[in-house]
């Protein structure tokens, strides 16, 4: 069996989609899986090496006649026996189409989906009612009704020791103490999902800071982050001296920017790649999400929940956001309702269990 996935879009996209992956090595031991995927995730791939037999790249910017010549390149190379569409570039789908493939799954969703899937689970996933991971599963069900999930993902790193080191090189260079915890912080977000406001980030530092005297706070953020960035930095600079290190996760890549971030104490960010990146290595973390249900964390929450992950969101009833659907106002309103107290309160205590934690395994 040679199972061909596409999945051509985001970075938290693709990690949620990782459950169907590691579902079908366990119901299919002996199955070679394909993905096709975006460019913003090819350095994701390499962290999935076990469950990932191959993988192409079709950006999803390049010409309608390019995307149907590489994509036709693909089924004739990979030749699969099944193919899946679960998000992203929907080119594919034409290519598995002409190339012959008798089983073409996944989400039934837009016009052309509906002409070229034959195997297709029609889904409304705007309605919300279940998590993305879940959504991504129940493509499956036309491959074998009573499959069983496998949602472990996890990753590790053997090899982060230099780059950890040359890490501490770096933040000690620009003043702060190396030995202190790391807090990072990722105030950048892409898309139109609500973010909690840039001054609440801000004051969530200002306000840990003053509590406890042995944190570096490393500020996280890629080059499409930079209206975020300028903005928090503009917020801090009349501040006391703070020990903020700006970390450019991009200038040496997904995978390098994981294995820092696998070292930290704790994370705090929005709906967004990296926050699925930190729940991905396994640190502590607190979640800011919107209500509103097509982008709220019932739907893009993080794969795993457990006392390490803290979803921080509006309470609003049902009607007020029916109301306030389209109206900014509101929307900044809400946000603002995710008190920084709070947050606050929960990253003390996740420092602070983590404290007892390292305390216990040294005894």
């Given at each position: 069996?040679?199972?061909l996935?596409n999945?051509s879009?985001?970075?938290g996209?693709?990690?949620?989609?990782?459950?169907?992956l590691?579902t079908l090595?366990?119901e299919?031991p002996?199955?070679?899986?394909?993905?096709i995927?975006?460019?913003?995730?090819?350095?994701?791939v390499?962290?999935f090496?076990?469950m990932?037999?191959?993988?192409?790249?079709?950006?999803?910017k390049?010409?309608?006649?390019?995307k149907?010549k590489?994509t036709k390149?693909?089924?004739?190379?990979?030749?699969?026996?099944?193919y899946f569409?679960?998000?992203g570039?929907?080119t594919?789908?034409?290519?598995?189409?002409?190339?012959?493939?008798?089983f073409r799954?996944?989400l039934?969703?837009?016009a052309?989906?509906?002409?070229t899937?034959?195997?297709g689970?029609?889904?409304?996933?705007?309605k919300?009612?279940?998590?993305e991971?879940?959504?991504?599963?129940e493509?499956l069900k036309?491959?074998?009704e009573?499959?069983?999930a496998?949602?472990?993902?996890?990753?590790g790193?053997?090899?982060?020791?230099?780059?950890?080191f040359?890490?501490?090189?770096?933040?000690?260079?620009?003043g702060?103490n190396?030995?202190?915890?790391?807090?990072?912080?990722?105030p950048g977000?892409?898309?139109h999902?609500?973010n909690?406001?840039i001054?609440?980030?801000?004051?969530?530092i200002?306000r840990?800071?003053?509590?406890?005297a042995?944190?570096n706070f490393i500020?996280s953020?890629?080059?499409s982050?930079?209206?975020?960035?300028?903005?928090?930095?503009?917020?801090?600079?009349e501040?006391?001296k703070?020990?903020?290190?700006?970390?450019?996760?991009?200038k040496?890549?997904?995978v390098?920017?994981?294995?820092?971030?696998?070292?930290a104490?704790?994370?705090?960010?929005p709906?967004t790649?990296?926050?699925?990146?930190?729940n991905l290595v396994?640190i502590?973390?607190?979640g800011?999400?919107?209500?509103?249900?097509?982008?709220s964390a019932k739907r893009?929450?993080?794969?795993r929940?457990?006392?390490?992950?803290q979803?921080?969101?509006?309470?609003?009833?049902?009607?007020?956001?029916?109301?306030?659907a389209g109206?900014?106002r509101?929307?900044s309103?809400w946000?603002?309702?995710?008190d920084v107290?709070?947050?606050?309160?929960h990253?003390?205590?996740?420092?602070?269990k983590?404290?007892?934690?390292a305390?216990a395994?040294?005894?």
């Amino acid at each position: 069996m040679k199972i061909l996935i596409n999945r051509s879009d985001a970075i938290g996209d693709l990690i949620l989609t990782m459950p169907v992956l590691k579902t079908l090595k366990t119901e299919f031991p002996n199955c070679e899986i394909g993905l096709i995927i975006s460019p913003r995730t090819t350095e994701l791939v390499t962290l999935f090496s076990d469950m990932i037999d191959k993988s192409w790249v079709v950006d999803k910017k390049d010409s309608f006649v390019s995307k149907l010549k590489i994509t036709k390149n693909i089924i004739k190379e990979f030749n699969p026996t099944h193919y899946f569409y679960i998000g992203g570039d929907t080119t594919a789908n034409l290519a598995a189409f002409f190339g012959g493939v008798s089983f073409r799954g996944g989400l039934m969703s837009k016009a052309q989906t509906f002409l070229t899937l034959n195997k297709g689970v029609r889904q409304k996933r705007s309605k919300a009612l279940m998590h993305e991971s879940d959504y991504n599963l129940e493509l499956l069900k036309p491959l074998k009704e009573s499959i069983k999930a496998n949602k472990e993902i996890s990753v590790g790193f053997e090899n982060s020791d230099s780059d950890f080191f040359d890490f501490q090189n770096e933040i000690e260079k620009a003043g702060l103490n190396p030995q202190d915890k790391l807090v990072f912080v990722h105030p950048g977000m892409t898309g139109h999902t609500l973010n909690w406001p840039i001054e609440y980030y801000s004051e969530f530092i200002i306000r840990l800071a003053k509590e406890r005297a042995d944190l570096n706070f490393i500020i996280s953020h890629t080059p499409s982050d930079a209206k975020y960035i300028e903005e928090l930095k503009n917020s801090l600079s009349e501040k006391q001296k703070l020990p903020l290190y700006f970390f450019d996760g991009s200038k040496r890549g997904l995978v390098h920017y994981a294995k820092i971030l696998s070292r930290a104490n704790l994370f705090l960010g929005p709906s967004t790649g990296t926050t699925h990146i930190a729940n991905l290595v396994g640190i502590p973390q607190i979640g800011i999400y919107s209500p509103i249900l097509v982008q709220s964390a019932k739907r893009w929450g993080p794969l795993r929940r457990d006392n390490r992950v803290q979803i921080m969101d509006p309470v609003i009833e049902c009607h007020e956001l029916e109301q306030s659907a389209g109206d900014h106002r509101a929307h900044s309103k809400w946000m603002k309702s995710i008190d920084v107290d709070k947050v606050v309160s929960h990253a003390q205590k996740f420092l602070s269990k983590g404290e007892e934690n390292a305390n216990a395994s040294r005894d």
